[in-house]
Structures are given as structure tokens and as C-alpha cells.
């Protein structure tokens, strides 16, 4: 079946023929495809001062490209986050490679600020259709273990963000250094599209009827149990707040560790850029357990960020190096234990749609708050902006800690 067979929802033929490799392969192909394009969707970090330079925009330039970003993953979500369990998980991510290649070229060749914005808001697009697909393609290949198939989610998606920085540092010391990061992106986004356009494709798990395609495209209240809902919205919210310092490490802290670390290395505050999200992500290969883990994975977030702030103050790299790797550990640990929570509670028929609802919420916290910081920046200067972004922070880990304990679940 050919995926464009598969966009216009036509009944899949009684025999297939193709590539049908093995769950590993597939396991890979689809923690693959989410995990490139975030690396393409942050590519871009350490390389906003530069682009600063050559096109000309200050701090809340960087934050409304950031955002744009955030807006159209968000909208993204709500359009087409379902789309997937209609469709099929393999039409969804051959579509969202081919968005996220156009978002790499229009960003990679952008010569003003509304080109930004637009190669931007492709890449969310891709990433909003990916996300969905991805996730619930990883739950369908592993229905007997939803708690890993959880994890190989959060670790293609932290790793894929954590990766983007690093590597758009590196690949930026290449000729025509704002480009390259983005052309080289382009060429591994071909090469994958060659397996996903090969594979024998396994049909959508909630096809729609004849004539009735339209209609089940459409946006949809996500189906939750009412036993269900304290659940999604605690990890929904968990999303917001965390996603919110990684919204600062993607778009302004690249320019705050500059000032701390006395250096304007590209690789260097690419990969400290990275080192909250890459923390985060490793933390998903730890076999944490205990009733306390979200609570005390929400605390550490909280007290690393004040830590953050505090190292702008004194000027200490590494305090600043400790509270990232702190902040990612911490994180990483509650929002695993959160998000399997609501993978857990959620039929595999409304899997894609009710995880792409979690991260509505949890992206709005990337736009927001960031977006508000980068206009505080403007009027009171980067330290004291940091230092008053950090306490609201602190505090909604705090009062979000005091929520899970009152829930009194098990974290497993």
C-alpha cells in the first residue's frame, strides 16, 4: 500500500508487498524519525546570536522565532495530532519528514526575520504530525510493555531536543556557518525517507469508513476517562512548567552562558544549551522507582533553576554546569513517571490523540513563558529577567510536588 494510498484512507489490499522488517527495526525507524526532526527543529539555538549579527533583531526577535515555532507545533497538534490513527503511523511520519525538510530549507536559507519565522513554524508543523505518530507507533509495537514503549518516546524526543544545540554548534564551524547545520540536516532527512517509503506499512488502527475521512480528520476532544483526567492534567501541566526551562535553554540561555562562561564557542553553549535536555534524556534508562519520585524530581527541577539564576549572580560556571545537569535529572524523572501514568491510562484506539493533547499543554510552556521573558529582557537586562523567571518556576514545582503527594500514587 502506497502512502498516498494510505492520505486518502483507502482500504488497505489483501496482500501486501514490501519491506517488512523486524519490531526492532520498526522500534528504531520511528524513535528515529521523531528524534531527526527535533535535532533539525533545534539546530538553530546556538546559532541565534549569529544570526543576530548578519540579519539584524534583538532578544525578543530570537523569542518570537522561537515561538512561532511553539505556535504552529501547537496548532499542529490540535489539527493533525489524531491524524495518524486514521491514516496510518507511516503516511504521518513520511509527511512530517517531508514538512520538516521544507522548515530546514526555508530556516537554513533565511535572509530576514519573517523567513525565520516561517522556516520556524514548518518545522513545528513537522514535529506537531510526527510527535502523535511516533509515540503511538512505539505503543503499538510494544503493547505488552506501555512503560518502555513510554520511555524510547521521552528518550527520542529529550535526546532529538538535547542533540539539535550540540549539533547545530558543531556543524555552524563549517563554511557558510548559519547554512550548513541545515543542509546537512536536509540530506539525513532524504536518506530516511528512502526506508519509511520501502516499508510495508501495517494498516490504521481506527481507518475511517467510506466518505467519512473528513470528518474523522477533523480536531477532537480527546476521550478520557473520568478516572483518567487528574492524571493527564498532572503530566500535562508537569509538560508546561519543565517545557518551560526548556524553552530558555533553546532561545536566550545560549546568550546568558555566554556571559557566565567568558566564551562565544558555538560548540560550547550549544552543548550547554544541551545539558538540561540531555540529562533529561538519560535519565529515562534509569530504573527509578518510589511513591516520592515525582515529587522529588519536581523539587530538584524547582531548586536547580533558582541554582541557574543564582550562577549568573555569582558567576560561576560550575554551579551552573551542576544546576543544568540537576535540572534535566530531575525532570526527566518526574515527567517519565507522569507521562507513562497517562500512556497507561489510555486506550490504544485514542493513543496518538490523547498524547498529543499532553503535549499541547506541555508546548505552551515553551511559548509563554519564553515569549514573556524575551520582553522582559528588553526592559530590565538578562540577569534580573533570568532570576525573575526562575522564582515562578520554583514555586509551581513546589505547588505541583504538593499536588502529587496529595494524589499519593506509586511512581513506577
Same mark, same amino acid.
Request: include cysteine.
Given at each position: ?153 521521552? +528518550?527520542?524526543?529529550?535526546? *532529538?531536543?538535547?542533540?539539535?544545540? %550540540?549539533? @547545530?554548534?558543531? /556543524? !555552524? &564551524?563549517? =563554511? ?57 492534567? +498532572?503530566?500535562?501541566?508537569? *509538560?508546561?512548567?519543565?517545557?518551560? %526551562?526548556? @524553552?530558555?535553554? /533553546? !532561545? &536566550?540561555? =545560549? ?73 534535566? /535529572? ?83
Amino acid at each position: 500500500m502506497s502512502v498516498l494510498q494510505e492520505l486518502a484512507m483507502r482500504p488497505a489490499p489483501p496482500v501486501r508487498h514490501g519491506w517488512d522488517p523486524s519490531v526492532g527495526v520498526r522500534l528504531a525507524l520511528a524513535g528515529t524519525v521523531i528524534f531527526t526532526l527535533l535535532v533539525g527543529a533545534n539546530l538553530a539555538t546556538p546559532l541565534y546570536p549569529l544570526l543576530q549579527q548578519e540579519i539584524g533583531f534583538d532578544a525578543v526577535g530570537v523569542t518570537v522565532a522561537f515561538t512561532a515555532y511553539v505556535g504552529a507545533l501547537i496548532g499542529g497538534l490540535v489539527l493533525f495530532g489524531h491524524w495518524s490513527d486514521h491514516i496510518g503511523r507511516r503516511a504521518a511520519l513520511v509527511l512530517a519528514v517531508v514538512v520538516g525538510l521544507a522548515g530546514g530549507l526555508v530556516f537554513g536559507t533565511a535572509v530576514s526575520l519573517p523567513q525565520l519565522i516561517a522556516g520556524r513554524a514548518l518545522q513545528g508543523l513537522a514535529v506537531a504530525i510526527g510527535t502523535g505518530a511516533s509515540a503511538a507507533a512505539l505503543r503499538d509495537l510494544m503493547p505488552t510493555k506501555p512503560e518502555w514503549a513510554s520511555r524510547f518516546t521521552l +528518550l527520542s524526543s529529550s535526546g *532529538g531536543v538535547a542533540a539539535g544545540p %550540540v549539533m @547545530g554548534g558543531l /556543524l !555552524s &564551524l563549517l =563554511p557558510r556557518h548559519t547554512q550548513a547545520p541545515f543542509l546537512v540536516h536536509s540530506v539525513i532527512l532524504l536518506v530516511l525517507l528512502v526506508p519509511l517509503l520501502l516499508l510495508d506499512a501495517r494498516p490504521a488502527i481506527n481507518p475511517a469508513p467510506a466518505g467519512e475521512g473528513r470528518n474523522y480528520l477533523r480536531p477532537h476532544v480527546p476521550s478520557l476517562a473520568k478516572n483518567a483526567r487528574g492524571t493527564f492534567w +498532572l503530566a500535562a501541566v508537569t *509538560g508546561f512548567v519543565s517545557f518551560a %526551562v526548556f @524553552g530558555f535553554c /533553546l !532561545s &536566550l540561555a =545560549p546568550g546568558y552562558f555566554a556571559q557566565i562562561m567568558q566564551a562565544d564557542s558555538r560548540p560550547l553553549i550549544g552543548l550547554l544549551a544541551a545539558l538540561t535536555l540531555g540529562c533529561s534524556a538519560l535519565s529515562q534508562l534509569l530504573s527509578l522507582r518510589g511513591r516520592f519520585l515525582v515529587p522529588a524530581g519536581l523539587l530538584l527541577l524547582g531548586v536547580s533553576v533558582v541554582l541557574i539564576a543564582a550562577a549568573g549572580t555569582w558567576h560561576s560556571p560550575l554551579l551552573l554546569v551542576l544546576a543544568s545537569v540537576s535540572a534535566g /535529572l530531575g525532570q526527566g524523572a518526574a515527567f517519565r513517571v507522569v507521562f507513562n501514568d497517562v500512556a497507561a491510562a489510555v486506550e490504544p484506539v485514542h493513543h496518538a490523540q490523547v498524547i498529543s493533547a499532553v503535549y499541547i499543554v506541555t508546548y505552551l510552556g515553551s511559548a509563554i513563558p519564553v515569549l514573556g521573558l524575551g520582553v522582559a529582557v528588553s526592559l530590565w537586562g538578562l540577569q534580573a529577567s533570568v532570576t525573575g523567571f526562575a522564582v515562578p518556576i520554583a514555586v509551581s514545582c513546589v505547588v505541583l510536588a504538593l499536588v502529587a503527594c496529595r494524589r499519593g500514587r506509586p511512581g513506577s
